[in-house]
């Protein structure tokens, strides 16, 4: 059968060295095969090319692009050992990638000159002190995309975001309770990201560590039945969360489940269209045996990403020790995770970060040491299979969003017998 794909997406996941060029440098980042028409970007702080972990500075971040005119991003800060916490946030609507230093100034930013036929080309607005490793989720072939904020309402009950101008299949979430300006570096790390594909399909996870503290407060938070959260910088209760309700023919439409907080606060959001998207979730093993298989989605996936804060799903309060673990892949053998920790409860802060060339998923001890780690197995046909390369001392929660492309029953037909072309018979004149 000449079976036609409806919405054929692509997907590679690169990563690469933001540099230290002064601004106006280019980066050019290639090896992707395609023109991408959205970008994951994330980063925790590190810069190696090969695995590693170790305290040092967080200098973590998310950011979304589509286009030169549309990218976003959010970073957050904590210091490693000094006896008070330093701890900062901010969001851009005009740099993909930004980073802060731990006196709480800008120690980076990178913007997009220009999506290419094998990749991308960023370009350095301020120049960075920490050559940092960026990991990349490229994705093509979607019907439409588009990176928006908008401003959470004060009060709970549903609200309409209508700035998209189209019905998204699959949404991504970042936050990090910033109530100023874009570019405005505020005290305390807040750090959240969730994704939905429906009522029924979608996960947050979220962070938080506080400023100025002699013992450390840091927490965390996982939920499969909300998309957004933000948790309080000095106890284990929540702040912010939110719950997706439905599309609409121009955005969506979230449910606001608490707003403790007397500002609106501003979200980063990728919303994506084209393809076939399932968001959902997983509990890694505690040993390296069990297959973790994820099936049922009615299509091969081409790609995932995994998010985490390494622990178990959380009821209604927050969990100690700040932990973000992003992941992503393309394949069995292309594929990279990286991972912060910001340890709660010690009066000399103790931040941890670690990269992973070879895994999906990373779990980082309160020693500082590897403490999980889990890999993709196989893409299956209608789902895939993780496989645990170091076992996690308990099950962790991990949401994940796959995509892949669906065929459409109406879109190929039976093929075309077609008849044989006539025999032909050679002659050699030359005989007769």
């Known amino acids: 059968m000449n079976l036609l794909l409806f919405m054929a997406l692509v997907a590679k996941i690169v990563t690469f060295n933001i540099g230290l060029g002064a601004a106006t440098t280019t980066v050019p980042v290639t090896g992707v095969g395609f023109t991408p028409t959205a970008l994951i970007l994330w980063w925790s702080g590190r810069t190696e090319s090969v695995d590693t972990i170790g305290r040092d500075h967080i200098k973590s971040g998310i950011g979304f692009v589509t286009g030169t005119a549309n990218r976003l991003c959010s970073t957050v800060t904590s210091e490693n050992a000094v006896a008070t916490s330093d701890s900062y946030r901010a969001m851009y609507n005009d740099a993909c990638i930004a980073a802060i230093t731990v006196a709480g100034a800008v120690d980076g930013l990178a913007d997009l000159q220009s999506l290419d036929s094998d990749g991308f080309t960023l370009v350095i607005d ?84 506080d400023d100025a503290s002699a013992t450390s407060d840091t927490y965390s938070y996982a939920k499969s039945t909300e998309c957004l959260t933000l948790l309080s910088a000095s106890s284990t209760a929540t702040r912010f969360r939110a719950d997706f309700v439905s599309w609409l023919s121009n955005g969506f439409t979230i449910n606001i489940l608490e707003h403790s907080d007397a500002n609106a ?45 390494t622990k178990a799903e959380n009821t209604t309060v927050s969990v100690p020790h700040a ?95 077609k008849p044989y072309p006539p025999k032909l018979e050679v002659v050699d004149y030359y005989s007769h």
């Open 323 to 417: 932990e973000l673990s992003m992941g992503a892949f393309d394949s069995i053998s292309s594929r990279a995770v990286q991972d912060s920790l910001d340890r709660d409860a010690v009066t000399t802060m103790e931040c941890t970060t670690a990269i992973e060339f070879d895994e999906v998923y990373a779990n980082i001890s309160t020693a500082s040491t590897i403490d999980g780690l889990m890999d993709i197995k196989s893409k299956d046909s209608g789902g895939f299979t993780c496989i645990m390369d170091d076992a996690d001392p308990l099950q962790s929660f991990v949401g994940y969003i796959a995509f892949g492309n669906i065929i459409s029953p109406a879109s190929w037909h039976p093929p075309i017998e």
């Open 126 to 209: 301020s120049q960075f002190a920490t050559n940092l490793r960026i990991c990349a989720l490229c994705i093509g072939g979607t019907a439409n995309a588009l990176a928006i904020d908008f401003a959470t309402n004060t009060v709970t009950g549903n609200q309409d975001i209508t700035s998209i101008g189209f019905q998204g299949d699959v949404v991504l979430f970042a936050a990090s309770r910033s109530i100023a300006a874009f570019g405005t570096i505020e005290a305390v790390s807040y750090q959240g990201i969730g994704a939905a594909v429906s009522s029924s399909q979608r996960f947050t996870i979220a962070n938080v560590a």
């Open 265 to 309: 606060m501003k979200v980063i959001c990728l919303v994506l269209k084209g393809g076939s998207w399932i968001v959902g979730n997983l509990l890694t093993q505690t040993n390296t045996v069990t297959d973790i298989v994820e099936s049922g989605f009615g299509f091969a996936p081409i790609g995932g990403l995994f998010a985490s804060h």
